[in-house]
Nanobody
Framework: QVQLVESGGGLVQAGGSLSLSCAAS????????MAWFRQAPGKDREFIGA????????LYADSVKGRFTISRDNAKNTVYLRMNSLKPEDTAVYYC????????????????WGQGTQVTVSS
């Protein structure tokens, strides 16, 4: 059974930084691209970015490009989201997700999701 567990959310002031982690189990982590999404109250889920299975490729939504960085450590089965220059509009529940198919880039779909972690940015 695949499990994704996010951690690291919290309250931060605008302009500050925060790092999220997502620990994966139940699947050969290094075979799959991973991604981060977020969902603010009353809004649709938004794609933030993704990282290839080796970490050699990343892509980001325009809304976070240059401020957020995704990385991974396959030895620890963990993917990270480093968020800098945070804005109040970044407030949301953040989710990690696993690509549905191994060795695909960019992933066309995702089949497992974490439970989410709240990030709140105060102005």
């Amino acid at each position: 059974q695949v499990q994704l567990v996010e951690s690291g959310g919290g309250l931060v002031q605008a302009g500050g930084s925060l790092s999220l982690s997502c620990a994966a189990s139940g699947r050969t982590f290094s075979r799959y691209a991973m991604a981060w999404f977020r969902q603010a109250p009353g809004k649709d889920r938004e794609f933030i970015g993704a990282i290839s299975r080796t970490g050699g490729y990343t892509l980001y939504a325009d809304s976070v490009k240059g401020r957020f960085t995704i990385s991974r450590d396959n030895a620890k089965n963990t993917v990270y989201l480093r968020m800098n220059s945070l804005k109040p509009e970044d407030t949301a529940v953040y989710y990690c997700a696993c690509a549905a198919l191994p060795s695909t880039w960019p992933p066309p779909s995702y089949d497992y999701w974490g439970q989410g972690t709240q990030v709140t940015v105060s102005s």
